[in-house]
């Protein structure tokens, strides 16, 4: 049983970790699928309203006509997310009582993602077009709002 804040962060990193190859992958397809009417990326960790340690990270495009925009990348637009399928997690990231947590869950969530994320960004090396692109929390979590992959 995970009873710490760090403890947590350390374990959800390297289940996310052992994803970046996929999570690269998208990146390639979206940076292949995007369109020129894209102003700006914005990647979001979303997070039930249960903070029970299930969550995805989806990208999504700003700019003019978001459904199109968006559809454009939806075969890429998932970098990560946790599913139960067949009654498995997967991939097997610690869950929690969503009422009986020792420290917020889905901070912890978004400060691993983030981190993450950057180590992801880095790997990749940038989109073929130079575009604003930050990553975010949905609902205000984690211990920084927002933070730019920008160099």
Known sequence: ?????????RTLLAVLRAHTDAALSALQGIDRNLPDKA???RIVVHLPQDADGMFDVMVHLDGPDLLSLNKAIGDFRSLFEVRITDGNLCPEVPLFDPF???FSVNDAIVDSTMIWLKEVWTAYGGTSR???????????YG????????A
């Open 100 to 102: 009986d947590q020792p």
């Open 130 to 140: 130079r575009l604003p692109i930050t990553v975010e929390g949905q609902g205000g």
């Open 1 to 9: 049983m995970i009873s710490g804040y760090e403890e947590y962060k």
């Open 143 to 150: 211990s920084r709002p927002m933070i730019s992959l920008n």
């Open 39 to 41: 102003r700006s990326i």
